[in-house]
């Protein structure tokens, strides 16, 4: 009998990257090299989802695996990703039918797709399509967001690190202010991402522990900013503790549901300034109460500090490239690999597998139970949700002080289909 | 012959804190501490100079070894600090008049001043009162400053720091943004403390190195702020690279020396704002290039960030407060320990001692030749300098994915003085 090569398989990062992103890339390419009899070459799309349209693909196959396995410790997205959502199947079928026919010149068997709750939705078109085409592929999804917001999975890979970071930075910001408030600064305010959903604004209240507590009001998105309320609030730490630091989401909003950061700026010559949440609380402190402040955006440091990295969130990482292997290699189509939350004392986990059509397009709010009954904090429940997740460093290594991250050489693998695809 | 007490210290940590000045808190204790027989109790003032003013001591002999040891990794003024300046002698004599007082009633022979320039100053006209009223005291500058600004020493304990979190960070960010560049943000700005000179700014500039280039583009305070030619770089950079990153200090001005941050924001209700310049950079791109951008500040949280503070740094920090009380012991007065930097390949430093008249009231600014011909950059001798201050990792110990930061007890020595002093 001729021996038959193993077919291939495509992997792209899609939407906002992470200080994770590239472990799970690492988890995905090293366990397919060592399933070399299931799986040929791992081709990457350049820039996501918009490598495999224009037929843009990487061949991981000519980096070292030192190369890979720097991946784990590389924040961002090696291969590039892209904010690129797929219409709908109705819309531009097109769209996908192109993506089989990339997907079949390069003999590609395995789709993994690794993103958030918009990539999880395309991964799931491809596999209905390829069923409905009769072009075998197994399209599994790969979870990956900041927002924390897939259903079934206990957590997402990306998340955790942002957490962390959020949280020593709220920490280290507060040890400053408490440092300066007898004579000057007494509020410090920090914005932080997610416009949905207020896990990362959760992250914040963190800081404070019971070895080391510290006064912290969290401005969530799930609940209307409350001025007076809010003002109350900070006038009650200052008084009682010297200074208050604020954790504020950049999807704060007020009561008539606009964003807290959308206010209408304009510079002197009338030109609209797009601001933070953070500026228009510090703003609004300075005229209602007439008190210092300083105010922190963090913006993309918060997701792309490897440097601090939760060790729990690079193993989770890692771990949901490796079960994607793992699971294409066993035959599963349409699935996503989602961490199980086993125990609390210690912490354990496992990675289960979720089917697709469970996951797509269902966004997993904060539950109530996570917030203080006043809006401003996080309960017991939540820090217990939390902390597993930001546990652990897992520092990249240095050269003459700066962290020592991999690029790849991204090489194209060399195109075979004549057509051009305008994105 | 009947045993003389040693006479006691005071030690207070002056102006905007830093990730280090602990370490040299724990320097100057922990050395004190060694030199049993010539120096008695340490005192910490309560919020800086306030706490000598108003007889607030604090007794750090009432501190475990532990928890003093911790302070070398904690960030923050550990005993608060102040913004307060002393006036001048002539102008407010009863000030320094009051701070002899207090020292006089708890027999401090040992004046040990943690701050910046300003705190130089007052550090020498105390030393000169206490000639001209013949109390015995000796006057000891100990250098802290972010800003770098101090005379005579290499560096100041606290920039290294903040230069090597502002290095990693813009190295960071930058890998994001690359990530994102092909359908998304394509440029992204980071606004860094520094009001009068560019060390910080600078600092940024390290994130691309020769392994690692990264295409980055510095707003300097020392360079007037030139909207066209700024522009035509950044276009030049995203057309090249994809990206830019944009490292914008907070003391940029335009061409008519208005701070680019103050741009005469008003929100809807005609309230003036307070802005930062990464927006306001960002704004004009928007504008003038239709470019997609992010921009973070990092404020604080540069400073606070002793999760990742340069081991240097630290080394430095610690190594002054100890040289601090061996020049005390030795007898010296008006008097700073300076880092002498003795040679770039390998990196050596010693402590010297500088005359407390030759570093107040004067200011080092960042060499001319440390920026690029264009403005936007840093040369190799800028490159040169700033390395070594940024190398070496010393992270703090953690629980629970938090960093340990200490808290002293800081107990109050019992007043002596009947008078009170308003500040």
Redesign the interface.
């Known amino acids: 009998m001729p021996k038959v090569n193993p077919r291939n398989a495509f992997y792209a990062?899609s939407g906002?990257?992470t200080?994770v992103i590239n472990a799970t890339a690492a988890g995905i390419i090293e366990t397919a090299r060592k399933y070399k009899k299931n799986v040929g070459n791992v081709y990457a799309g350049r820039?996501g989802i918009?490598g495999a349209l224009t037929e843009d693909l990487i061949d991981t196959s000519r980096e070292s695996s030192s190369s890979i396995a720097a991946l784990r410790f590389?924040?961002?997205?090696?291969f590039?990703?892209?904010?690129?959502k797929l219409k709908s199947l109705e819309e531009n079928r097109r769209e996908y039918e192109r993506l089989i026919e990339v997907f079949a010149a390069h003999d590609i068997a395995y789709f993994f797709y690794n993103g958030g709750g918009d990539s999880a939705d395309t991964c799931l078109k491809v596999s209905q399509l390829s069923e409905a085409t009769g072009y075998p592929l197994q399209a599994i999804h790969v979870p990956k967001t900041v927002d924390n917001d897939l259903p079934i999975t206990d957590n997402c890979p990306g998340f955790g690190s942002v957490a962390?970071y959020i949280?020593?930075?709220t920490?280290?910001?507060s040890?400053?202010?408490?440092?300066?408030?007898?004579?000057?600064t007494k509020v410090?305010i920090?914005e932080v991402m997610g416009r949905h959903a207020g896990w990362i604004a959760a992250a914040g209240g963190?800081?404070s522990?019971v070895?080391?507590p510290i006064p912290i009001l969290v401005l969530f998105p799930e609940v209307a900013f409350d001025r007076e309320k809010f003002m109350h609030k900070v006038d009650r730490m200052v008084n009682e503790h010297g200074y208050v630091s604020v954790v504020v989401s950049e999807g704060v909003r007020g009561p008539q549901g606009n964003f807290l950061s959308d206010?209408?700026?304009?510079?002197?010559f009338g030109?609209a300034?797009?601001?933070?949440a953070?500026?228009?609380v510090?703003?609004m402190i300075?005229?209602d109460l007439g008190l210092k402040y300083?105010?922190?955006?963090?913006?993309?440091?918060q997701?792309?500090?490897?440097?601090?990295a939760?060790k729990?969130d690079v193993e989770h990482a890692y771990a949901v490239g490796k079960a994607a292997v793992k699971m294409a290699v066993q035959g599963d189509n349409s699935v996503m690999p989602a961490i199980k939350r086993v125990s609390n004392r210690p912490y354990r986990w496992k990675i289960e597998k979720a089917p697709l059509n469970k996951v797509a397009n269902v966004e997993k709010m904060m539950p109530k139970s996570f917030i203080t009954r006043d809006g401003f904090g996080i309960t017991k429940k939540c820090r217990e949700y939390l902390?597993p997740?930001?546990?652990?460093?897992d520092?990249p290594p240095?050269?003459?002080?700066?962290?020592?991250?991999v690029?790849l050489k991204n090489k194209q693998v060399k195109q075979k289909l004549r057509t051009k695809f305008e994105i």
């Not at 590389?74 to 090696?78: F, H, K």
């Not at 040890?175 to 000057?184: E, G, L, N, Q, R």
């Not at 206010?263 to 002197?268: I, M, S, V």
């Not at 240095?398 to 991250?405: A, E, S």
Request: proline share 3%; aromatic share 8%.
């Open positions: 990062q906002g990257v200080a820039n918009i590389t924040p961002s997205g090696a590039g990703s892209c904010r690129y962390k949280a020593i930075s920490r280290e910001a040890f400053d202010v408490a440092s300066m408030a007898k004579t000057s410090f920090i963190m800081a522990t070895d080391t206010q209408g700026l304009k510079d002197a030109h300034q797009l601001g933070g953070a500026p228009v510090a703003g300075k005229d300083h105010w922190a955006v963090a913006d993309y440091l997701r792309a500090a490897r440097h601090i939760s729990t902390e997740l930001i546990r652990g460093e520092y240095y050269k003459n002080g700066l962290p020592v991250y690029r």
